[in-house]
């Protein structure tokens, strides 16, 4: 039997209303169209099996499929709804109110039963940030972060605390994904010149640091980021300052960390200096992407030794996406960027296409691993609102613009449990399409009338790097070599280099003076004066002419020349006059 299509929830202006996914595009019938504009949430469980969302009236779950009503709670001012799971609780969240008289206010957090419509439990949870529960996949445990504890729940028995991991300070934790045991990562900042630290747990063993699987600890963070692996055997930790103190960046500093179950941590280093816009595991759990760097920014590929595997070179990119079944990377360049992709096979590290969808602030790909939506959503941009869906071979298959005057908030596709889509292999040819090319025209630069029929030179900023395999070649047997060793060698061979320059100096030197024997200065290879500083003037002279020399090679090799060096080349007779002045000296 053929998979199902996935829906596309689409949520506006226009109010909420599902789309069916590829290949046909159309409304679905099934689901009845929400049009009150007042739709503040959408949720679809994990297995995609039910949807909720609040209208400003009441928040109702529906059964996908048949599109039945399940369940309608009385909550008008929901703005956070969350599916536990196994579908068994819906956790909703609404603004922390406090009372007049300044006593607390009513509980915001709701846990209810998807099959009774009971509430199970309320908290006051005063911060939208992290304000869900977090459930372990088979929902045996359940974890809230409560001032310096982080609480735990087990079997959705909220009656009572099974289990506390206390720390000072603990800011955030996250769960590890899949089966039993669950593990926690934990993050406690730092303070009076203390580290922070991130710790990694086997529930329930929360005996102090010494029952903890791994340790990190790092200065310069005020916040982290921590991802787990699929396969929940290692952690990424993006930890960032909100203030760069060496003022080389607007956005803080940031470092990425690698910390593994079994004790194992290390710094990833990335070569570019700058900003890490996006790190993202390939769901197979053996190896992670990292966007970073000035702009251009640079892409490559780690494995579990935080050693490069493969480098995408640099480009206009912010962000990374791995399909579902982790065969496919996007690299992609939203926000201030003109939304350019780059559709990777990262099989065989061969670009499969590159289209562009300008203004889009949201993607995702579909559950089934060929299709991708980008949108354009309000409130990030007010005008243009729409989404379109692509295949990964760049065609364009479906785009829907919001009507003038309307806008879009969201648009998030049905999801499916993993195993449902078969992965298919990776085409090249780009799939056949109705619409048109989505490819925006290149605007052209303002010639001034006195050089619009005269040829264009164009002039780069800076020279964006190729892609690069960093894998050791199969034949070569040799292992990488650790950064110490990678450091002696680089000092090694600038220390050939030079010495090889220096010999092939001192050869053209003598063959000079051979040739021109007449010339007075030329009685011996090489000059000296006895003045240390006018020897020292006479050699960098030296090292300036023979920069000319390169530059004039290059100009006549056809390479288009920089203003500042067209500069040097004429100042070549000045250095020439001043060099021989010296040599004679006057």
């Known amino acids: 039997m053929a998979p199902p299509a996935p829906l596309l929830a689409v949520r506006g202006s226009e109010g909420l209303y599902m789309v069916n996914g590829p290949p046909s595009f159309t409304e679905s019938t099934a689901f009845q169209r ?50 536990s799971p196994k579908n068994n609780i819906l956790a909703t969240w609404q603004a922390y109110t406090a009372a007049k008289d300044g006593t607390a206010g009513v509980p915001n957090l709701q846990l209810h039963d998807v099959k009774t419509g009971k509430c199970l439990k309320s908290f006051i949870q005063k911060k939208m940030q992290n304000w869900c529960p977090c459930w372990a996949d088979d929902e045996s445990i359940c ?54 630290f ?62 593994a179950t079994n004790g ?32 251009p920014a640079k892409a490559t590929i780690f494995n579990l030794k935080c050693d490069p595997v493969f480098d995408f070179g640099t480009g206009p990119r912010n962000a990374a996406y791995y399909s579902p079944h982790g065969h496919i990377l996007v690299l992609a360049g939203f926000g201030n960027l003109r939304g350019q992709m780059e559709v990777w096979d990262v099989k065989n590290y061969k670009l499969i296409s590159k289209p562009v969808a300008s203004d889009s602030t949201y993607f995702a790909w579909c559950p089934d691993g060929e299709h991708i939506v980008t949108a354009t959503c309000a409130p990030r941009l007010r005008v243009s ?41 990776v085409k090249y040819q780009a799939v056949p399409s109705e619409l048109p090319s989505a490819e925006p025209k290149p605007a052209q630069a303002y010639r001034p009338p006195a050089l619009r029929n005269k040829p264009v030179t164009s002039s780069k900023l800076h020279e964006d790097e190729p892609p690069q395999n960093m894998k050791p070649q199969s034949g070569s047997g040799d292992k990488p070599l650790s950064k110490t060793a990678l450091k002696n060698q680089r000092k090694h061979e600038a220390k050939k280099a030079a010495k090889q320059e220096a010999k092939a100096e001192a050869n053209q030197e003598s ?32 090292k300036k002419l023979k920069a000319i020399e390169q530059l004039k090679e290059q100009a006549a090799a056809g390479k288009q020349l920089e203003k500042n060096q067209l500069e040097k080349i004429q100042k070549e007779t000045a250095l020439l006059q001043e060099l021989e002045d010296l040599e004679l000296g006057l």
């Open 34 to 83: 929400d049009s009150g504009k007042n739709c503040k949430a959408v949720a679809f469980s994990k297995d995609g099996s039910l949807f909720a969302w609040c209208n400003g009236e009441k928040v109702n779950i529906v059964n996908v499929t048949n599109a039945q009503l399940l369940r309608s709670f009385d909550l008008p001012k929901a703005v956070c709804l969350e599916f």
């Open 143 to 196: 974890a809230r972060n409560v001032n310096n504890e982080v609480h735990f729940f087990e079997n959705n028995n909220f009656a009572t605390i099974a289990n506390k991991l206390h720390l000072q300070k603990v800011n955030d934790f996250v769960l590890s994904p899949g089966a039993q045991p669950t593990k926690v990562a934990v993050y406690v900042p730092g303070s009076k010149g203390a580290p922070s």
């Open 385 to 425: 609102n729409g989404y379109k869906i692509w295949h990964y071979t760049g065609s364009l298959l479906h785009n829907y613009e919001v009507p003038p005057n309307e806008e879009m908030w969201q648009v998030s596709w049905q999801p499916f449990l993993d195993g449902v889509f078969p992965a298919k292999a």
């Open 264 to 295: 194992e941590s290390a710094v990833v280093q990335l070569p570019k200096n700058g900003p890490i816009y996006d790190v993202v595991w390939n769901p197979n759990s053996v190896e992670f992407c990292a966007v970073y760097g000035f702009m």
């Open 511 to 542: 063959t000079q003076s051979s040739a021109s024997q007449n010339a007075p200065r030329s009685a011996v290879p090489t000059f000296t004066s006895g003045d240390p500083e006018v020897d020292k003037k006479i050699k960098n002279l030296k």
């Open 198 to 259: 991130v710790r990694l747990y086997q529930y329930p063993n929360f005996g102090g640091p010494q029952s903890a699987l791994a340790n990190k600890s790092f200065f310069k963070a005020d916040k982290v980021t921590m991802l787990w692996n699929k396969k929940a055997t290692a952690v990424l930790v993006i930890a960032s300052t909100e203030v760069d103190k060496t003022g080389a960046s607007y956005y803080g500093e940031q470092t990425l960390h690698y910390i």
